[in-house]
């Protein structure tokens, strides 16, 4: 099952970022990503673009008691999977770090203050998926709902 799909980062890049995070939380988050869209429907999963690679742009930072993130500016090409809502649209974002009573969901509500140069990042579309087993993994190849 795909539990969500978006842009995921390389090991230095995740390190980038997090050295960004000033008022980092006690609970890491264990893949950072910037999600595109959480439990994705057969016709939300975007094999046309999984494993490619990407620039987006970190514009802010935010936080609060529970949550701390950063606002992300996409491309353009991008712009359309981008489904990432419920009732109202969502900024992408990448959740950093939460307190022990945080939820990730809650980054959208932050407000950013935003950088006065963005920081520009390389990341790649794919797919968290959890298995029959419980086992969770990144994925970067076409996925198959039956």
Same mark, same amino acid.
Do not use: A, Q, W
């Given at each position: 099952?795909?539990?969500?799909?978006?842009?995921? !980062?390389?090991? @230095?890049?995740?390190?980038?970022?997090?050295?960004?995070?000033?008022?980092?939380?006690?609970?890491?988050?264990?893949?950072?990503?910037?999600?595109?869209?959480? +439990?994705?429907?057969?016709?939300?999963? !975007?094999?046309?673009?999984?494993?490619?690679?990407?620039?987006?742009?970190?514009?802010?930072?935010?936080?609060?008691?529970?949550?701390?993130?950063?606002?992300?500016? +996409?491309?353009?090409?991008?712009?359309?999977?981008?489904?990432?809502?419920?009732?109202?649209?969502?900024?992408?974002?990448?959740?950093?770090?939460?307190?022990?009573?945080?939820?990730?969901?809650?980054?959208?509500? +932050?407000?950013?203050?935003?950088?006065?140069?963005?920081?520009?990042?390389?990341?790649?579309?794919?797919?968290?998926?959890? @298995?029959?087993?419980?086992?969770?993994?990144?994925?970067? @190849?076409?996925?198959?709902?039956?």
């Amino acid at each position: 099952m795909v539990k969500y799909e978006g842009l995921f !980062f390389d090991k @230095d890049t995740e390190s980038l970022i997090l050295s960004l995070d000033t008022e980092r939380h006690e609970v890491g988050i264990d893949v950072l990503h910037c999600t595109f869209k959480y +439990l994705p429907s057969k016709e939300e999963i !975007f094999d046309d673009i999984v494993g490619n690679y990407y620039f987006i742009e970190i514009v802010g930072y935010g936080y609060d008691k529970d949550n701390s993130g950063f606002c992300v500016r +996409l491309p353009e090409e991008l712009l359309r999977y981008y489904i990432n809502r419920d009732k109202e649209e969502v900024l992408p974002h990448i959740t950093s770090s939460l307190s022990l009573n945080g939820e990730s969901e809650n980054t959208r509500n +932050l407000v950013f203050s935003y950088f006065d140069e963005p920081v520009r990042v390389r990341c790649r579309f794919g797919y968290y998926i959890k @298995d029959d087993n419980g086992k969770t993994y990144v994925s970067y @190849d076409k996925f198959s709902m039956i």
